[in-house]
C-alpha cells in the first residue's frame, strides 16, 4: 500500500540552526501539506502546497519557514535559525484529487536543544 | 475558521466496557471525517474514514458515525482492551481553499486491566 515517508525520524539540532525535513508524498498526489504537533498540544496545520507553490498558509508559517518541492518526488520543510519553541512532531500529508483522503507520514519529532 | 472539540478530555474505563468519543465541528462544510489513534510520542494510525455523504463506517470494534448537519461524529469502541490506551483523535476534512484538515483537541483513552 502506498504510503507517506518522512526522514528523519527523530532530529536534534541546536538553537539557532537550520533543519530541512523531508517528505516522500504518495506518487501521483497532487497536494502536499505541513503539519506540526507541540508536546501535549493539538494537530496544528501550517502549510499546503500545490502545482508547484504555496498554496495556503497559517499564521504559525512565518518567515523562518519554507517549504520546497525540489526533484517531483520529494517535499521539504525547512526551518531556518530553529528556536526552543519550534520543538515539535512535523507532519507531512499528501492528498490525490480534490475530496479524497489525505495521507499522513510517521512524523519527525524536531528537537531543538 | 473550522474548530474542533473532543469530548471528553480523558476518560478511564474498566477493561470491557463499550465507550463512545465525541467530536463536534463548527462549520458543516467539510468532504470527510476521520478518526486517528496517537500512542504516547508518536505518530497518527488511521483508524477509519467516513465520506461527508455517509453515515457510519465500521472497522472490527470500531464503528464511527456522521451527523454533518449537526456537526458531530461519535466512535463507538465494543469491548475495549488495554491495548486500546492511546489518544483519538478526530480530523476534518474541510471542503474550502485547498482542503487542509483540522484535528479535534484528542481524548486520552486508558483501558484498565
Known amino acids: ?113 | 475558521k473550522q474548530e474542533v472539540t473532543q469530548i471528553p478530555a480523558a476518560l478511564s474505563v474498566p477493561e470491557g466496557e463499550n465507550l463512545v468519543l465525541n467530536c463536534s465541528f463548527t462549520d458543516s462544510a467539510i468532504y470527510n471525517l476521520q478518526w486517528f489513534r496517537q500512542d504516547p510520542g508518536k505518530g497518527l494510525t488511521s483508524l477509519l474514514l467516513i465520506q461527508s455523504s455517509q453515515r457510519e463506517q465500521t472497522s472490527g470494534r470500531l464503528n464511527a458515525s456522521l451527523d454533518k448537519s449537526s456537526g458531530r461524529s461519535t466512535l463507538y469502541i465494543a469491548a475495549s482492551q488495554p491495548g486500546d490506551s492511546a489518544t483519538y483523535l478526530c480530523a476534518v476534512g474541510n471542503s474550502g481553499g485547498y482542503q487542509k484538515v483540522t484535528f479535534g483537541t484528542g481524548t486520552k483513552l486508558q483501558v484498565i486491566p
Open chain 1, 1 to 113: 500500500e502506498p504510503e507517506v515517508t518522512q526522514t528523519p525520524s527523530h532530529q536534534v539540532t541546536q538553537m539557532g540552526q537550520e533543519v530541512i525535513l523531508r517528505c516522500v508524498p504518495i506518487s501521483n498526489h497532487l497536494y502536499f501539506y505541513w503539519y506540526r504537533q507541540i508536546l501535549g498540544q493539538k494537530v496544528e496545520f501550517l502549510v499546503s502546497f500545490y502545482n508547484n507553490e504555496i498554496s495556503e498558509k497559517s499564521e504559525i508559517f512565518d518567515d523562518q519557514f519554507s517549504v520546497e518541492r525540489p526533484d517531483g518526488s520529494n517535499f521539504t520543510l525547512k526551518i531556518r535559525s530553529t528556536k526552543l519553541e519550534d520543538s515539535a512532531m512535523y507532519f507531512c500529508a499528501s492528498r490525490g484529487e480534490m475530496n479524497t483522503e489525505a495521507f499522513f507520514g510517521q512524523g519527525t519529532r524536531l528537537t531543538v536543544v
